[in-house]
């Protein structure tokens, strides 16, 4: 279990690093599959049929659909993840250094008993929303913003499984729903912004006029 988290957590990383599309696209398509893969453990371990049904939507939103709907915006635009970022690479590693270095400390350690087995899980978790959350801040294109969003969702999603916060099956049914809708309309709002203004960088955009 801690291997698989400690996985995740790298993924994240490198999705601060990453350069091409593609990777970043392939990070978050290993991410999904290990949450989906927890999730099938989980409803093997409780012999649970809904939760199996639930651990399938997942990897198969997650997993194959969202991957292939941003793989197509890249497709169509011909989207580069040059990634500008605000802060440059070394920069980003210490700040990533610091965000992992203050998830681990005595002030978030209250966390760790949530996971009486082993309390680093949760706080890990913890790691990697905060971590996810500064891949939105730090890049300033749109597209790397949208996987940042969909890292932090699977980084929720990790938490919970490993506090024991499941909710029923009906209602993560209905957050995959929620996200796939999420997904398309996201997709699409990204490729009209892109054929408008032929840029996805942010911070350009604050310049933008009305004609």
């Known amino acids: ?55 399938f939507a997942v990897l198969a939103v997650k997993a194959v659909v969202a991957p292939y709907f941003i793989r197509r915006l890249i497709a169509a635009h011909e989207l580069k993840f040059t990634a500008s970022t605000y802060l440059n690479a070394p920069m980003t590693l210490l700040a990533l250094a610091v965000i992992t270095a203050f998830s681990f400390s005595d002030l978030l350690k209250p966390f760790a008993v949530m996971n009486a087995a082993n309390g680093a899980l949760p706080i890990l978790a913890i790691a990697m929303m905060f971590a996810s959350v500064f891949l939105i801040v730090n890049h300033k294109d749109a597209l790397s913003q949208m996987i ?21 099956p009906s209602l993560e049914l209905g957050i995959i729903f929620d996200l796939l809708v999420w997904i398309l309309i996201a997709t699409i709002f990204i ?21």
Do not use: C, P, W
């Open 148 to 168: 940042g969003i969909l890292s932090l969702e699977n980084s929720i999603v990790l938490f919970a499984f490993v506090t024991g916060l499941e909710q029923a």
């Open 191 to 211: 490729s009209m912004v892109y054929r408008r203004f032929g840029t996805l960088d942010v911070s350009e955009m604050k310049n933008l006029k009305e004609e």
């Open 1 to 55: 279990m801690y291997v698989l988290e400690v996985a995740l957590f790298a993924s994240v990383i490198f999705l601060h690093l990453a350069k091409k599309s593609s990777l970043a696209v392939t990070l978050y398509v290993g991410q999904s599959i290990i949450i989906a893969g927890l999730l099938f453990y989980s409803a093997f371990r409780d012999a649970s049929l809904s939760l199996a049904l639930t651990a």
